[in-house]
């Protein structure tokens, strides 16, 4: 089977190449503007606001299904340059889903748990999406248009964590080198996903290739958590002194934009399909990321 998967240079796709590459399958790995290496194949740049771009690179490959991960994911970076944005995350999304749609190819799309208001918790597929961040409307607004290929599926991923595999440092890494430095750090308190490691993620998206379920599928971990628990349960795994890591409130801090406060996701449906899915606790998760 030949797959092309979009987003090959973020921080999810550097995990997705050990899953991907046991499978046999003949990967296809785009990236934006990066050129290098994913793993034994080299990155294949394809700007995802060049329709043309995209039709030819897709026509190239031929592929069967398409794992669409490339999007502008930093929220601050879609309110500073909608236009942009509206063209990667929801344009992009339309001319690739058109393409599968015109050739019985199948879609799989990686959403965000940011497309609900955060107004309660335990949000399940079938809860009406009411984004509150510009990031949360293009990803619907991107969901709406995937799901207009016969046999897609949309994941709604929820925070994800972990070490970073594309030497580009990010907000995780540079919280756990200062607590590591014994720098003490603030996490809120108020503010609850259902955080689920990158690698368990990548294994997920995998799986769902290989079923047969379509459309849209809660991609998270077992528990509610709020920031700071999660960063203390991480600080614990990694032998941090647990008074360095310390709670906030949103109340704290200013934003150009609100920001939801509990994005927990129900994934009932996932442990349905899926069985016999592990899913570890942070602590497990954790080890096992930094381990490999």
Known sequence: MRVVVTGSSGQLGAYLLDPLSRTGWTLFPWSGSKRGRWGDLSLIPVD???????????????????????????????????????????????????????????LYFASTDMVFDGERSWFSETDEPRPILAYGQTKRDAEIEALKAPGATVARLSLLYGPSRRGRETFFDRSVALLRADAPQTFFSDEHR???????????????????????????????????????????????????????????????????????????????????????????????????
Request: proline fraction near 5%.
């Open 48 to 106: 995802l606001t060049d329709e043309a771009a995209i039709d030819r690179e897709l026509s190239r490959a031929d592929p069967h299904a398409v794992l669409h991960l490339g999007a502008i994911s930093a929220a601050d970076q879609v309110r500073r340059d909608p236009a942009r944005a509206r063209l990667v995350n929801v344009d992009a999304t339309r001319w690739i889903a058109q393409w599968c749609a015109d050739r019985g190819r199948g």
């Open 194 to 292: 259902t955080p689920l490691d990158y690698q368990t993620a990548a294994e997920i998206l995998v799986e769902l290739v290989r079923s047969e379920h379509w459309g849209i599928l809660h991609v998270g971990g077992r528990e509610r958590l709020s920031r700071f628990e999660l960063m203390s349960r991480i600080g614990l795994a990694l032998g941090v002194d647990p008074a360095l890591v310390q709670a906030n409130s949103r109340a704290d801090a200013v934003f150009d934009e609100p920001r939801p406060a509990d994005l927990s996701l129900d994934t009932s449906l996932l442990a349905d399909l899926f069985p016999k899915l592990e899913r570890p606790g942070v602590e497990e998760a954790v080890r096992r990321m930094y381990s490999g």
